[in-house]
């Protein structure tokens, strides 16, 4: 997927971070219309609003459907910004098509969906309006990165992905979690695609919206996504994660955007520091593990079971304490040290197999 088109719509600075801003849902023509004149005002270009809402229980609202259709054909017509909406069946890709919509994106629980996805994919062949897929709910790399490939493979080339955190049972701070770690290998994957942040499903409060806007731009992706609404606490769905258009351009203006293609001495000296230390952790490493080998061959000559949980508990109980006095999050020293223990195992297994 290396020619891979970066999302442009005529007349619309490239520079980050392209936004698109607009409500949850799409309630009645003075609100879509409303909202949008002020984020139009705001300088905003894209309006999104959902017309299909894919509700988790039946009974609340599930969108106006079709009907919102000529409200967002208004909206261009009178503020002169592009519109977007989610679309999860091929009828929706055709009535959305059909109105004029210049933007589509694909919700998670569809994403999830690979048969919904296939048919979504077929019903965009031959067109080349731009798609936004916004990751599964559970944290499923590949699954998302085949929603985006069965795009792909219909033709589309402005493909972009949506970042909208995971489902989790903890719900203490975040709405979804947002396991950077997720998107983080997605670029490195596909490093050409472009990645949005949907700050408002991550942290489902609207407080939480500028700072996860902040990291997302510190970690260079190329837009954002963002709920807002003239009268957020009355919206139909979303309220606590919908903001003013007033508030939504505030936060963008204050967001620090840094430039990526700064590198300069002081950096390369940096980096090459980092590259010396990672020297000597590879050199300590193998150190460990030849270490661990001859306590295999002990175990072996005195017929002892490789994996010793007593030690490894303390081992990792002793370590995380002190990474975290060191100023490290206990949790990584965690997982730091389960995976030289994985491989510390698999030596000393290899050595009561010789
Ligand atoms: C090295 C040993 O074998 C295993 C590997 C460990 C390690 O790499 O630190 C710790 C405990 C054991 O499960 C040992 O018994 O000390």
């Not at 259709?69 to 055709?94: C, D, F, N, P």
């Not at 510190?218 to 996504?225: E, K, S, T, V």
């Not at 150190?287 to 030690?311: A, C, F, W």
């Amino acid at each position: 997927m290396n020619d891979i088109q970066p999302i442009t719509l005529p007349g619309i600075d490239p520079r980050r971070p392209l936004v698109i801003a607009g409500p949850c849902s799409a309630e009645t023509e003075e609100q879509v219309l409303g909202t949008a004149r002020s984020l139009a005002a705001e300088g905003i270009r894209i309006c999104r609003a959902g017309l299909w809402k894919p509700r988790t229980k039946p009974g609340g609202f599930e969108g106006v459907g079709e009907a919102g259709i000529a409200w967002l054909q208004r909206v261009k017509r009178e503020t002169g910004m592009y519109t977007s909406t989610e679309v999860a069946t091929r009828e929706h890709v055709a009535t959305a098509l059909k109105g004029g919509v210049d933007l589509l994106w694909i919700g998670a629980r569809t994403a999830a969906n690979p048969f919904a996805m296939q048919e979504i994919a077929d019903a965009l062949r031959g067109t080349d309006v731009p798609v936004l897929v916004k990751n599964p709910v559970s944290p499923d790399l590949e699954l998302w990165i085949g929603a985006i490939e069965r795009i792909y493979n219909a033709g589309i080339r402005r493909i972009g992905a949506i970042h909208r955190g995971f489902t989790s049972i903890d719900k203490s701070l975040y709405r979804n979690h947002p396991m950077w770690a997720i998107p983080i290998e997605l670029h490195r994957r596909l490093p050409r695609l472009p990645i949005f942040c949907d700050p408002s499903h991550i942290g489902g409060k609207r407080e939480l919206i500028a700072p996860l806007s902040q990291q997302a731009m510190d970690l260079g992706f190329d837009g954002l996504i963002i709920e807002a609404h003239c009268s957020p606490d009355c919206a139909w769905s979303d309220k606590a994660q919908q903001v003013t258009p007033e508030a939504l351009a505030y936060i963008i203006r204050n967001l620090v955007i840094r430039d990526e293609s700064i590198t300069t001495e002081s950096l390369t000296e940096l980096r090459s520091q980092i590259d010396k230390l990672d020297d000597q952790l590879l050199e300590l490493l193998s150190r460990r593990m030849r270490v661990s080998r001859d306590i295999g061959q002990y175990k072996k000559e005195h017929n002892m079971p490789v994996l010793q949980t007593q030690r490894y508990e303390e081992l990792l109980a002793r370590r995380a304490g002190q990474a975290g006095q060191m100023g490290m999050d206990r949790e990584f020293m965690r997982t730091v040290l389960q995976a030289i223990h994985e491989e510390s195992i698999r030596q000393q297994m290899e050595v009561l197999g010789k």
